[in-house]
């Protein structure tokens, strides 16, 4: 807990707390239709098939978790932040809705579930809190808690910045590079440059966590 504590302190996540009472607020109306429509691709991409179990990393306040768990009942919905203030919210939301979300506070490079728990792990617009030792810590628990198959779904600010605002949120380290997700293994099968909010870009991922097949000797007639 001492270590969350710490952890939370740092850069950006002081910053997203401070937005929270205008946070979902600030989205809906504010980003409008390119809000409506940057969260649905997410969730299309995920391409989610029954009673699958999913991971929001990052969830802040839970709007993504939140329509998922809506709209796919029979999934099992996990949602996970660092800041206790954001999951505070996204439980309230549940709550109120009457959704089955199990929210917990803590972070993404030190995952709380087993090997192989979860089917899809779904990232947005939060590895820029992350410097770059923290990213791959990030994704390596991503690719550990996939199940062999399992998908990873990421939208996340791009390195191709214009505008101040996300050069300083897409500044160097602080983007996701598809050279994360090969060196933990998992496998890019869509990629897709596409808005956010406000002109900010942001690159839609699918990566996969291959299934390992088998070392030859053990695929090998033992008579
Ligand atoms: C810009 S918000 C995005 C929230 C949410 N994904 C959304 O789409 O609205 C980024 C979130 O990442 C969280 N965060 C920062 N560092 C984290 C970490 N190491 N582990 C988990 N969450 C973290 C922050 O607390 C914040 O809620």
Not at 204 to 215: C, D, G, Q, T
Request: glycine share 8%; charged share 25%; aromatic share 8%.
């Amino acid at each position: 807990m001492c270590w969350i504590r710490s952890q939370y302190r740092h850069r950006f996540t002081d910053f997203t707390d401070v937005l929270i009472p205008v946070y979902n607020w600030g989205f809906r109306v504010l980003g409008g239709h390119k809000h409506e429509a940057f969260r649905q691709r997410v969730i299309e991409l995920a391409e989610l098939r029954g009673d699958e179990r999913v991971l929001d990393a990052g969830c802040g306040t839970g709007l993504t978790t939140l329509h998922i768990a809506a709209r796919h009942p029979d999934c099992v919905m996990h949602g996970i932040d660092l800041s206790p203030k954001m999951i505070e919210v996204a439980e309230k939301g549940a709550e109120k809705q009457g959704l089955a979300v199990d929210f917990r506070v803590g972070s993404i490079t030190d995952l709380p579930y087993p090997d192989a728990d979860l089917d899809v792990v779904l990232t947005n617009i939060m590895f820029h809190h992350l410097d770059l030792v923290e990213k791959r810590q990030a994704v390596a628990e991503i690719a550990r808690v996939l199940k062999p198959g399992g998908r990873y779904i990421s939208a996340e600010f791009g390195p191709r910045a214009r505008n101040p605002l996300e050069r300083r949120l897409a500044k160097g380290d602080y983007t996701l590079y598809p050279s994360h997700l090969t060196e933990a293994d998992l496998t890019i099968c869509h990629e897709e440059l596409s808005f956010f909010v406000w002109g900010l870009k942001v690159y839609h991922r699918v990566a996969v966590k291959l299934a390992k097949s088998p070392p030859e000797f053990l695929e090998e007639d033992p008579l």
